[in-house]
């Protein structure tokens, strides 16, 4: 890992004044960015070679003589023919010449070796470097590692396919897309055996992938991806806040879910048994007795990273849930950073994070407004790692 005290030194070298927000433009990259610039920052998107008309023209912004932003989020595009490439020294170099400020997303850890991340990228993080490997479902420490030492609730593990007696989800990688899932549900022995020859045979999934998959009880529910945001700044009022909650769209499962069961029983070939691409998301609330539920995740998460990995969570967490039918929670995925269905409550921001801040307060922008915050008081090595 990184010494920390080596990101420490680089901030000094820092011109704080002149501090630009970086991120890999993709996933949730276009909150960071609205967030950085309604917080006064300057913007930089880090692209790949035919992934970036997104950044670099749709939603490249426009400033008037005085800086001052008429129209986009994105200021700058730096586009390379491969993401890893940012960890060319020379591309840090420059980075670190522009005073940028680091946010990790999903797409950051996916294309770039975390190794790496950990070891080598010299450009200070916005968040917990040290958590980033923890969302490696099969690591030694990974989340259900850190969910368990919480005492957190999640769904029961099943060691052998042999012992299913109820409805399971199998979880494990895309054969073909490989940052996507190759998930499928099974309630037998029988059934685990069938659809998984299936998938093999239709190239969804591997065999090697399957043997290493985590089977668990699928809870009927829905889902709620619970945004939260962590500040070790704060010293007056709470220091976990609830930002806002997304649930999203998933293809094809989406849309088998739409058609009658007498249709779906009518499905044949590769249309038969639905995939769990996550193509979408959508803002949600929860009524007001399941809140202080929710907090209690977010503290007992918050207690654990700090005690197992020093200095803990900095900055947004998401926690992703589901509630059953007694209204209890089970925890299903933990994403260590920024999660991937802030962009619904960019700019208007979310009712949560709303009614705390008095404004429209999205995670990019809390993020962003973090920074300035410890820019303004001297306490910027408080949030980087």
Same mark, same amino acid.
């Given at each position: 890992?990184?010494?920390? #005290?080596?990101?420490?030194?680089?901030?000094?070298?820092?011109?704080?004044?002149?501090?630009?927000?970086?991120?890999? $433009?993709?996933?949730?990259?276009?909150?960071? %960015?609205?967030?950085?610039?309604? *917080?006064?920052?300057?913007?930089?998107?880090?692209?790949?070679? +035919?992934?970036?008309?997104?950044? $670099?023209?749709?939603?490249?912004?426009?400033?008037?003589?005085?800086?001052?932003?008429?129209? +986009?989020?994105?200021?700058?595009?730096?586009?390379?023919?491969?993401?890893?490439?940012?960890?060319?020294?020379?591309?840090?170099?420059?980075?670190?010449?522009?005073n940028i400020l680091f946010v990790p997303n999903r797409s950051f850890t996916s294309y770039v070796d975390i190794t790496e991340i950990e070891d080598k990228f010299e450009v200070p993080l916005l968040g917990s470097r040290a958590l980033l490997r923890s969302e490696e479902r099969g690591q030694e420490k990974d989340y259900y590692w850190l969910l368990e030492k919480a005492k957190l609730p999640y769904p029961r593990k099943?060691?052998?396919?042999?012992?299913?007696?109820?409805?399971?989800?199998?979880?494990?990688?895309?054969?073909?897309?490989?940052?996507?899932?190759?998930?499928?549900?099974? /309630?037998? /022995?029988?059934?685990?055996?069938?659809?998984?020859?299936?998938?093999?045979?239709?190239?969804?999934?591997?065999?090697?992938?399957?043997?290493?998959?985590?089977?668990?009880?699928?809870?009927? +529910?829905?889902?709620? #991806?619970?945004?939260?945001?962590?500040?070790?700044?704060?010293?007056?009022? *709470?220091?976990?806040?609830?930002? !806002?909650?997304?649930?999203?769209?998933?293809?094809?499962?989406? +849309?088998?879910?739409?058609?009658?069961? /007498?249709?779906?029983?009518?499905?044949?070939?590769?249309?038969?048994?639905?995939?769990?691409?996550?193509?979408?998301? #959508?803002?949600? =609330?929860?009524?007001?007795?399941?809140?202080?539920?929710?907090?209690?995740? /977010?503290?007992?998460?918050?207690?654990? =990273?700090?005690?197992?990995?020093?200095? !803990?969570?900095?900055?947004?967490?998401?926690?992703?849930? %589901?509630?059953?039918?007694?209204?209890?929670?089970?925890?299903?995925?933990? $994403?260590?950073?920024?999660?991937?269905? =802030?962009?619904?409550?960019?700019?208007?921001?979310?009712?949560?994070?709303?009614?705390?801040?008095?404004? #429209?307060?999205?995670?990019?922008?809390?993020?962003?407004?973090?920074?300035?915050?410890?820019?303004?008081?001297?306490?910027?090595?408080?949030?980087?790692?």
């Amino acid at each position: 890992m990184l010494d920390r #005290n080596r990101v420490f030194d680089i901030v000094d070298g820092y011109d704080l004044k002149k501090a630009k927000i970086g991120v890999v $433009a993709s996933h949730s990259a276009l909150d960071v %960015c609205d967030g950085a610039v309604e *917080e006064g920052f300057r913007t930089v998107g880090i692209s790949q070679a +035919g992934r970036d008309k997104t950044y $670099a023209r749709y939603f490249r912004s426009q400033r008037d003589k005085d800086g001052k932003v008429l129209r +986009g989020v994105v200021d700058e595009v730096h586009t390379l023919k491969k993401f890893d490439e940012m960890m060319d020294p020379k591309f840090q170099a420059m980075l670190r010449k522009d005073n940028i400020l680091f946010v990790p997303n999903r797409s950051f850890t996916s294309y770039v070796d975390i190794t790496e991340i950990e070891d080598k990228f010299e450009v200070p993080l916005l968040g917990s470097r040290a958590l980033l490997r923890s969302e490696e479902r099969g690591q030694e420490k990974d989340y259900y590692w850190l969910l368990e030492k919480a005492k957190l609730p999640y769904p029961r593990k099943y060691d052998d396919p042999a012992d299913i007696d109820k409805l399971v989800i199998v979880k494990l990688h895309h054969k073909v897309k490989k940052l996507e899932r190759g998930f499928f549900t099974a /309630a037998s /022995a029988k059934e685990f055996k069938e659809k998984s020859r299936t998938l093999i045979s239709q190239g969804v999934i591997t065999e090697e992938d399957l043997s290493m998959a985590r089977i668990e009880e699928y809870i009927i +529910g829905p889902v709620f #991806n619970l945004d939260f945001f962590y500040s070790p700044l704060e010293s007056k009022m *709470e220091r976990i806040e609830l930002i !806002g909650i997304d649930w999203r769209f998933e293809t094809s499962l989406d +849309g088998h879910v739409r058609l009658p069961a /007498a249709q779906q029983m009518t499905l044949v070939g590769d249309q038969a048994l639905p995939e769990y691409t996550v193509c979408g998301h #959508n803002s949600a =609330t929860m009524r007001e007795s399941l809140l202080e539920g929710a907090f209690d995740l /977010a503290e007992r998460y918050v207690k654990a =990273t700090q005690e197992h990995f020093a200095p !803990g969570i900095i900055g947004p967490f998401c926690l992703q849930t %589901c509630v059953d039918k007694d209204l209890k929670f089970h925890i299903y995925d933990v $994403a260590p950073r920024v999660g991937g269905g =802030t962009n619904v409550h960019m700019w208007v921001g979310h009712p949560y994070g709303n009614t705390v801040w008095r404004t #429209n307060m999205s995670t990019g922008r809390r993020l962003a407004r973090e920074v300035r915050r410890a820019i303004e008081t001297g306490q910027v090595k408080k949030i980087v790692t």
